[in-house]
């Protein structure tokens, strides 16, 4: 299949096959099309978690208004933005430079650039980030023939709890993939069409 038709073939999974899992292989797709997700700066301020402990997983369905997916998937990515982006930063122009001062001295207006944004910026800025990722993340999973379903629907304090995530990770979205139930009847696909979503400024 193509691209696109790998695109209009997924869909929101509501239930997944539980005895179906994503192959090693497969799931190191996934992760490296995150890993190769672009970023504002390049910073990547994000962080995720690949989740198959059946409890923890039963135990995030429980704190996510009991959303049948989360228990029935292959693995759930956790989504995380990054709120110390100070730090962030340190750890990108240190992975840019190598370690080198000499490098890193070179690098000193595009830091400070970017020192002088990040005090202007909010949490939310973080998060967009994270839904770029998130968008090469479902792309990948469909080009895999994977199914997946964002999340934003559950108790961020209580999921945060359970993983024992750290102060600096704040959950954005949730992702679990898999393989759809012979059971699972998605509605019909509703897309706007291009002349009411696209608007041309040309010559």
Partial sequence: MSFLNNLSWRYATKKFDDS????????????????????????????????????????????????????????????????????????????????????RANLAGFEQMVDGFIPRISSEWAKKQVYIAQGFMLAACAELQIDSCPIEGFDSKAVTEILSLPENHDISVMIPIGYRAVDDNPRPKVRFSKEELFTFLGE
């Fill in 20 to 103: 179906k899992k994503v192959s090693t292989e497969n799931l190191e797709q996934i992760l490296e099309a995150i890993r190769m997700t672009p970023t504002s700066f390049g910073l990547q301020a994000y962080h995720f978690y690949v989740v198959t402990n059946h409890k923890i997983l039963m135990k995030i369905q429980a704190a996510s208004w009991n959303q049948s997916q989360i228990g029935t998937c292959s693995h759930l990515i956790v989504m995380c933005a990054r709120n110390d982006l100070m730090q962030a930063k340190d750890e990108y122009f240190n992975a840019m430079s190598g370690g080198d001062s000499e490098i």
